[in-house]
């Protein structure tokens, strides 16, 4: 298993289960990616009764509020504790390459060997920034989300936040609100309510089916894939937050134009021409014994979130469990 985020901890949840022998790299420590990786004021777009793990529900006092970064930490550190995750932190992976029987995992700690490989490092590994930065002018400052962390960093003077989904809309907003002047630059986005006729819109998808939809039941899966995340945003008073309320509301760059995960390690001849998996479902193309998990409708709509990773994890286990005990003779 290649990391240790929540994605990866309820894979390791499920073959612990199945009493599958297995161990977690984590480069960093657990939830390292929200740790070092996000914004100060960060809180999730899912309400508290949404983060339920693989035999992990919220069991806080809040379960229609909204984690920050502390309280989701400490949320998936204590479901890697609860499941005794056999997890090795500071273990970063170097390589990935195909042996006889399976594969050799290399580290910054050693070499690994092991019949199956489960990608869960995340779908938001390196921001994605568009060509057009080359041309902005050194004296303008630039940022992305991962080394933006609060208004006050930012030199004097107005902002351009550059893509509008939810990292877009929240950023602009949280600049605007500290009261410099913010040009949001707008493309392809999802407008969603934060609250429909009474209830928070998340439970009206999940009651709707609409999360559980499969990716084998999705027209243009691809373009499903690419959809950037909904215009939401988690806030005490349960606001919602689109282009309508930014625009009422009344020169650094921060790029919020997407991220893309970081395959540079994998030495396995499993991308596409754009640098993506090609996988079926999670279960990675032309690799047998590989898996993904965590990336966008992998094998639902609801796949990226925290409740998504446990019906895809035991998805994936349970065709991981068939490849094994068939000797690795199934694809």
Not at 105 to 124: N, P
Not at 184 to 200: I, Q, S, T
């Amino acid at each position: 298993m290649i990391g240790a985020g929540h994605a990866g901890l309820a894979i390791s949840r499920v073959l612990t289960e199945r009493s599958i022998d297995h161990a977690v790299l984590e480069r960093g420590e657990v939830a390292n990616s929200w740790r070092c990786e996000r914004w100060d004021s960060l809180r999730l777009l899912t309400p508290n009764w949404q983060s339920r793990l693989p035999g992990y529900p919220y069991s806080g006092v809040d379960p229609d509020g909204f984690m920050g970064m502390p309280e989701l930490i400490g949320h998936i550190t204590n479901f890697a504790a609860a499941s005794a995750a056999p997890v090795r932190t500071h273990t970063t992976v170097t390589s990935v390459r195909r042996i006889d029987g399976g594969y050799r995992v290399a580290t910054d700690q050693g070499e690994i060997g092991c019949r199956c490989v489960v990608l869960a490092s995340g779908a938001a590994n390196i921001p994605r920034v568009p060509q057009l930065r080359q041309a902005v002018p050194e004296r303008i400052e630039c940022f992305t989300p991962f080394d933006y962390h609060h208004a006050g960093q930012l030199p004097p003077g107005g902002a351009l936040v550059v893509g509008a989904s939810a990292t877009g809309v929240q950023l602009a907003d949280e600049i605007q609100r500290s009261g410099r002047p913010v040009t949001l630059a707008v493309g392809e986005h999802v407008r969603l309510p934060r609250n429909y006729r009474g209830r928070d819109v998340l439970w009206w998808m999940e009651h709707a089916g609409v999360w559980n939809q499969r990716y084998d039941e999705i027209d243009e899966l691809d373009r499903a894939r690419g959809l950037p995340s909904p215009q939401l945003v988690g806030t005490p008073e349960h606001a919602t937050l689109d282009l309508n309320v930014l625009s009422a509301a009344g020169v650094a760059i921060v790029w919020a134009t997407g991220f893309r995960p970081d395959y540079r390690w994998l030495e396995v001849p499993v991308l596409d021409r754009k640098g993506e998996l090609r996988h079926d479902g999670g279960v990675i193309v032309d690799a047998p014994g590989m898996y993904a998990i965590g990336l966008p409708v992998l094998r639902r709509r609801k796949s990226t979130f925290i409740l998504g990773a446990e019906d895809d994890a035991r998805d994936l286990v349970a065709h991981l469990a068939h490849y094994l005990a068939d000797g690795g003779r199934s694809g």
